[in-house]
């Protein structure tokens, strides 16, 4: 419960922390305010988390908010120092899967990935960029807390002991929950456009050959509103970041030097190469999208019309017709269910559906199958259908239903218990200089100040 960075639960609040620090930074006079070890928390660490708790009206309990925030960074700055005693590492791709995850999770919230670029003014690339570092000490913290925690054993009987501890008007409503599988189709782009736009690029290609800029053409021409107005430039970017066909090019050009043209699911791109840093390329490109002409459009939604008609007739079941015919290689495989960005897991409360689907979902019982409909969540036009999979109602927490909610809410006042212990215990025998103007702080540990 103490973890206050838990209970941002917005699409602004989740982006503040680590999208706007950079612009909040600006108006802050930087320095040093607290030495863990080896590592440091500096002033406008708190400030910028400050800044956005106070804009989604957040105050603190017993406790000023910005102490509330130092020591949450005092804990995590404890946990990386000894995570480096203890050689607990934590990888590129591990970074980037939890940025990729946080990227999901934001652009299903506002809709679409041009919307999220427009009202941050950046880029995918520079969001993630921005958040990289906080996201790499928070897994290192995660790592640490997990080796910290990792002989905490729950048995049946101290489940159903914590449940009968709970008085009845105390549980806590569990709210109604959908699983939703889906079947894709995207419309297919004529030969006629293809070669349109390759025409187009082509075209570019040979401007820049010939000694136009890249970056002033990228600013012309180029589709991709978070670097359009930067001459293309994507800053330096990791190879996990880039979808598979960009970065196989991206990755052998020499400095200077413009690729062919390279499709990709969001168009057509040429691409030049800045510079590169170990595994970390810094590229401008041009990127073209295709029009969708309107028989291709109708030509989807008959597909999708036709393989429903399929599933209601029961000569197909949904996911039969998802491994053979949707188009979505994240949800094919698993019969076309949807999986919640914010949990991980496969079920949805109906205000964390994707707004497209939600609107659907409002019409449907269960096991119904929608009509084919539109939704350009993540910027590309796709046509679905949808099938509630299974409903819970919003009902009043029991052990017989949510048994697993009461065993990781006593695992988690376990792991509590043993970490207050482990940072008690770690504060005497680490390094830690806290700044003056926070010697009378009421910390919840009383081992900061020395």
């Given amino acids: 419960m103490h973890n206050i960075f838990k209970k941002f639960n917005t699409l602004l609040a989740l982006i503040l922390i680590g999208v706007f620090s950079a612009n909040a930074q600006d108006n802050v006079v930087d320095k040093v305010i607290a030495v863990v070890g080896n590592q440091v928390v500096l002033k406008s660490d708190v400030e910028n988390r400050f ?16 102490t509330e925030i130092f020591e949450d960074l005092l804990i995590q700055q404890l946990m ?12 590129d791709q591990e970074v980037e899967d939890q940025l990729e995850r946080k990227m999901e999770m934001y652009i299903q919230r506002i809709g679409s990935k041009e919307k999220l670029e427009q009202y941050f003014n950046k880029s995918i690339v520079d969001m993630k960029n921005d958040l990289r570092d906080d996201t790499r000490d928070e897994r290192i913290k995660e790592k640490m807390q997990a080796e910290i925690t990792k ?56 401007r820049v050959l010939n000694g136009d800029s890249f970056a002033t053409l990228a ?47 969001y168009g057509f791109h040429i691409i030049q190469l800045i510079d590169r840093k170990g595994e970390r390329i810094n590229v401008r490109h ?12 109708t030509a989807a939604i008959n597909k999708l019309d ?23 290689k994240d949800t ?29 979902v409002n019409d449907l019982k269960i096991n119904e199958i929608s009509s084919a409909f539109l939704d350009v969540t993540g910027g590309k036009e796709a046509y679905k259908v949808i099938k509630i999979k299974s409903e819970t ?15 990781n809410m006593l695992t988690g006042q376990k792991q509590q218990k043993i970490l207050n212990k482990w940072i008690s215990e770690k504060q005497e025998k680490t390094y830690v200089h806290v700044d003056d103007t926070y010697k009378n702080a009421k910390f919840r540990f009383k081992g900061w100040i020395k």
């Fill in 51 to 66: 800044l956005s708790m106070q804009a989604q009206g957040y105050t603190s309990g017993s406790v000023d908010l910005k």
């Fill in 80 to 91: 990386i120092a000894q995570a480096q005693i203890d050689s607990i590492e934590v990888t």
């Fill in 151 to 206: 002989d905490i054993h729950i048995t049946p009987a101290e489940v159903r002991e914590f449940y009968n501890s709970i008085p009845q008007d105390s549980l806590p409503t569990i709210p109604g929950e959908l699983q939703i599988q889906q079947l894709v189709k995207y419309p297919q782009i004529s030969d006629n456009e293809k070669d349109r736009i390759r025409t187009k690029l082509r075209g570019y290609r040979e």
């Fill in 219 to 265: 600013v012309l021409y180029s589709e991709d509103p978070g670097s359009a107005q930067k001459g293309g430039e994507l800053g330096y970017t990791p190879r996990s970041s880039l979808v598979p066909e960009f970065a196989n090019v991206a990755f052998n050009l020499k400095t200077d030097k413009v690729s062919k043209i390279v499709e990709t699911e």
């Fill in 286 to 297: 041009i990127l073209l999208k295709p029009q969708i002409e309107e028989e291709k459009r």
């Fill in 306 to 328: 036709s393989i429903a008609n399929l599933i209601r007739e029961d000569k197909m079941d949904f996911d039969e017709a998802a491994f053979y015919f949707s188009d979505d």
């Fill in 332 to 360: 094919r495989n698993n019969g076309g269910l949807l999986v919640n960005p914010y949990t991980g897991a496969s079920k949805f409360e109906r205000d964390n559906l994707p707004p497209a689907v939600s609107k659907t």
């Fill in 393 to 407: 109602k919003a009902h009043k927490a029991n052990l017989s239903d949510d048994w697993s909610i009461f065993e």
